[in-house]
């Protein structure tokens, strides 16, 4: 009876569990097709999102490429094509505040007929505002860079130039690779180079007369720079930009009167979270065959997860000697409108680390373009101010940014904000990691929570020259150098040291010796060599040393930025450089003592055996970079006590 109900109750929850769930990672993604006459409407089965609990209401943003030339960024697009034929459309999906993987690309194959075409093929929304303020040239993306995740760079030309498109990837900045080249449409008739060499466009650069700069992030930033070149100064700039990448890959394009798009797959590896909340630059570059070049860089931070309202540095790791003469950091904090009303006050609570000063707060650029309020009221525009000494507050006044879910809204990038700025670290800056975060507070709304954004320091190494004088309670004093490397101090952490430095010291020594013995003497009264017995003699000697120490063992701790101390043991060994003795004979007769000064030896004296001695030291001064003054105890049993002071400089 007990077996029947068990198989009862099992056959049951197969039957009916089934359909009470649907667990969302069971739906594959999927695009539906529907043609009415030239027209071909799209629609994509993707699995339900899971939100982040307490967290805002997850979406889908999409990429079309419909497999001639033309993309959509719509959740259903129609598109009409210009040629019949088999096209073969791809989604690229991005899943916003969700904590599920993204969807695994769907492709179809849409089979069209002379029928379903007209003349010209559609032209989306997102194609026609594509360049906004850039002219020519321009890349944009689907996603931010996920480790572990793809994404997609379109590069749009709109020239009827020919020439050559390079695209430039992976930062020798930040380290290893972390975006792969996975391949690119060639819907233009493209052709794709996937590894070029420096040498072999060398002699393009040189042809060049001057340049266009473009950078944009999300969205365009509106930055434009225009430079000629006279001289060598177009092989100098090209070969500089080109030498700062890693990767390199180009294509050639025959230019024609529309714009053209290619779409570039990256795919991005795990060793990009080394430099999560991070931004890298993509930079593109078009050299025509004549005339100006076009170059567009492309900001990408690096994220853990997709949320369109973030706050990211720069660089995550930065290099210790360079922030410390204070360089100024960069910071992005970006945000959207997911609601489905206009926002019309948008507050940014940016609580920066402590190691930043605020009133050094300095404006790149933003989105909404809008002025500085000023003394004016009612009007779009902008202001901030320091609050609680390391919260800088930034708020868009009066504006209208639309919300992602407004029916009329076709460009995303329309319903997302920013703020580039820098500002400058503390002159005492401590050696250790640190964090900023930003509230976004849309009108009366509670305030959204971005990221941590977190800057490290990479590890890096500081030589160090020191000079200073021994003391010794038998006499043996001098001057000292030497030479130490150690890490870059690090913040309230343990660190080696290794040195290696010499000291020369001079002794002197005087005894009278009482023996007897018998020596040859030139008498000075008869000047005749005669034969004596002396019953003693006065010795004076002098001798100069080098002694050379090797610090393999040195462990230091630093107890703030001014005061360190560290303990460990040394080899050491001394060299004699100079040894002479003067010797005073009493030579002894029967009448009387005659004295006479003659040398005594003058070879040097052999190298000491190795002596290891413990040591411990305090240093008060720039204990990360820069000078400081220290004592050292060194105890040595044979050696007597000795006594180091010295000044030192941490380069």
């Not at 931004?279 to 593109?284: A, L, Q, S």
């Not at 990038?413 to 975060?437: A, E, H, M, Y």
């Not at 005087?510 to 004596?532: C, Q, S, V, W």
Request: hydrophobic share 35%; with cysteine; aromatic share 12%.
């Amino acid at each position: 009876m007990k077996l029947k109900s068990f198989l009862f109750l099992w056959l049951l929850a197969g039957a009916v569990l089934p359909g009470l769930a649907h667990p969302a990672d069971t739906v594959t993604a999927s695009i539906h097709v529907q043609h009415t006459g030239p027209r071909a409407a799209f629609t994509a089965e993707l699995p339900v999102l899971t939100g982040i609990p307490g967290g805002r209401q997850p979406f889908y943003t999409y990429l079309w490429d419909f497999g001639d030339g033309h993309f959509s960024t719509e959740a259903t697009p129609t598109h009409q094509y210009s040629h019949p034929g088999e096209y073969e459309v791809t989604l690229y999906t991005v899943n916003n505040y969700d904590d599920g993987p993204r969807p695994k690309r769907p492709t179809r194959k849409v089979k069209v007929d002379s029928a379903q075409t007209t003349k010209l093929a559609q032209v989306s929304a997102a194609e026609a505002n594509f360049f906004g303020t850039v002219d020519q040239f321009k890349l944009t993306k689907n996603a931010n860079a996920l480790p572990g995740q793809d994404m997609v760079v379109i590069a749009g030309l709109k020239t009827e130039e020919k020439g050559t498109v390079l695209i430039l990837t992976n930062e020798k900045i930040f380290g290893p690779p972390g975006f792969v080249y996975a391949g690119q449409s060639t819907y233009n008739g493209e052709t794709v180079s996937p590894i070029v060499l420096a040498k072999d466009l060398q002699s393009r650069w040189a042809a060049v007369p001057g340049v266009t700069e473009t950078q944009s992030g999300s969205p365009d930033y509106g930055m434009v720079e225009e430079r000629s070149f006279t001289g060598n100064e177009a092989a100098e700039y090209f070969a500089d930009l080109y030498g700062s990448y890693n990767t390199v890959t180009s294509y050639t394009v025959d230019g024609q009167s529309a714009a053209q798009f290619s779409l570039v797959n990256l795919d991005i590896t795990p060793e990009m979270l080394a430099d999560t909340n991070a931004t890298v630059t993509i930079t593109g570059i078009f050299i025509p065959d004549n005339g100006l070049a076009r170059v567009h860089r492309l900001d990408v931070p690096i994220v853990t997860s997709h949320d369109p309202n973030r706050m990211s540095l720069k660089q995550s790791r930065l290099s210790y000697r360079k922030l410390s003469k204070r360089e100024k950091l960069t910071y992005k904090v970006q945000f959207q409108n997911d609601g489905e009303g206009d926002a019309k006050n948008i507050r940014l609570a940016i609580k920066l680390p402590d190691v930043v000063d605020p009133s050094t707060f300095e404006l790149l650029n933003l989105y909404p373009k809008i002025d500085s309020c000023g003394d004016r009221t009612g009007v779009p525009c902008y202001h901030h101010y320091v609050k609680d000494a390391d919260t800088l507050v930034f708020q868009f006044s009066n504006i209208a940014l639309p919300g992602s879910k407004a029916a009329d809204v076709h460009d995303k990038d329309s319903t997302q904000g920013f703020i580039r700025f820098t500002v400058r670290p503390r002159k005492k800056l401590p050696n250790r990691s640190f964090r900023g975060q930003t509230a976004i507070y849309f009108d009366k709304n509670e305030p959204v929570i971005t990221n941590t954004a977190t800057g490290r320091f990479r590890k890096g190494f500081s030589p160090l020259v020191f000079a200073g004088y021994q003391l010794n309670e038998k006499g043996r004093h001098g001057p000292l150098l030497g030479l130490g490397l150690a890490p870059i101090a690090p913040y309230r952490k343990l660190y080696w040291q290794v040195e290696v430095y010499a000291n020369a010291y001079r002794e002197t020594d005087k005894e009278t010796i009482f023996e007897y013995g018998d020596m040859e003497y030139t008498n000075p009264a008869t000047n005749r060599l005669d034969g004596f017995t002396y019953e003693r003699y006065d010795r004076q000697m002098e001798a100069r040393f080098i002694q050379l120490r090797v610090v393999p063992l040195h462990l230091r701790y630093n107890f703030n930025s001014w005061v360190s101390a560290g303990a460990g043991a040394l080899v050491e060994t001394s060299i004699n450089t100079r040894y002479a003795e003067n010797r005073t004979y009493y030579l002894f007769n029967a009448s009387s003592n005659i004295e006479a000064a003659v040398a005594g030896p003058t070879e040097r004296l052999g190298a000491s055996r190795l002596q290891v001695q413990p040591f411990a030291d305090i240093n008060i001064g720039r204990t990360y970079l820069g000078p400081v003054l220290g004592l050292r105890y060194l105890y040595g049993s044979r050696q007597g006590h000795l006594g180091h002071c010295y000044a030192a400089w941490r380069f």
